[in-house]
């Protein structure tokens, strides 16, 4: 008797890595996490990217503002240089005009007068004339300057104090009536203006030495003039300083030319180099 074989049928074999639902579920959830923090980044980015564009076309209006700022400023610059230098141009004129006003004048230092004599003007006048002018005028007729030494009244139209020191002789201020007049005597003082005696030999006669002048004889000078010759004459490389005509001279150490200033606006730099 034969043996019928019976074939046994199995169940197909069982995959253990395949995923669950849950772990799709699970898996999706991370995925979908991960995407929007890309996505949040993202948007960050974009953000940034935007705040950069913006901040690129401020700094380029900014720069472009600066530059007209910078141009603005230029030109004002420029105004403010033109308008300084027709002010000095100005302030030069008036002074000038001034100055050659003030030709007509002198300053004198050293004659001592009462309280009487300076409110008298004729006194006042005969005694800067005789103290002080005469011997000069003197001096210019025997250099056949002048024909005759001319009277007080006909050389000074007025003379008067001017606030001085205490306790020290008032400087006065004098107003010839002629400037060919006031020209010889300062071009004639340095030989007959009245002088102090200098020590050991008097000032005598026959002596090569000079002593101070006894009444020093200044132009009437302006006080922007004034100060402009106080500074170069106080200079360390100036050796004299003076004035012609209202004119500042000077010269300087280890030098014998004489230069004239210019303009009493120039630096005093400028004027010395």
Request: charged share 30%; net charge positive; hydrophobic share 35%.
């Amino acid at each position: 008797m034969s043996r019928n074989k019976t074939k046994t049928v199995t169940d197909p074999p069982i995959n253990c890595d395949e995923p669950s639902l849950a772990d799709v579920v699970r898996l999706l959830k991370s995925h979908g996490e991960q995407l929007s923090a890309i996505t949040l980044q993202v948007n960050k980015v974009d953000k940034i990217e935007a705040e950069v564009h913006d901040l690129k076309i401020l700094i380029g209006s900014l720069r472009d503002e600066n530059k007209d700022l910078r141009a603005q400023v230029k030109e004002k610059d420029k105004v403010i240089c033109d308008m300084s230098q027709t002010i000095n141009n100005m302030e030069e004129k008036i002074n000038n005009i001034e100055q050659h006003h003030r030709g007509w004048g002198a300053r004198i230092l050293n004659v001592k007068v009462t309280d009487a004599e300076a409110a008298d003007p004729v006194a006042m006048i005969d005694k800067v004339y005789t103290l002080a002018l005469r011997p000069i005028l003197e001096g210019a007729v025997l250099a056949g300057r002048l024909t005759s030494v001319p009277p007080a009244s006909q050389v000074l139209e007025i003379a008067h104090v001017l606030p001085g020191k205490p306790g020290l002789p008032r400087p006065i201020i004098m107003r010839f009536f002629s400037r060919n007049i006031r020209s010889l005597c300062f071009q004639f003082k340095r030989d007959h203006a009245p002088r102090d005696p200098v020590g050991g030999d008097g000032g005598q006669e026959g002596s090569s030495r000079k002593g101070r002048f006894t009444y020093p004889l200044y132009d009437d000078l302006t006080k922007a003039t004034l100060m402009k010759m106080r500074s170069i004459n106080q200079d360390e490389r100036v050796h004299a300083c003076w004035t012609v005509n209202g004119r500042i001279h000077f010269r300087l150490k280890n030098s014998d030319a004489v230069r004239k200033v210019v303009s009493i606006q120039d630096s005093l730099d400028d004027i010395l180099k």
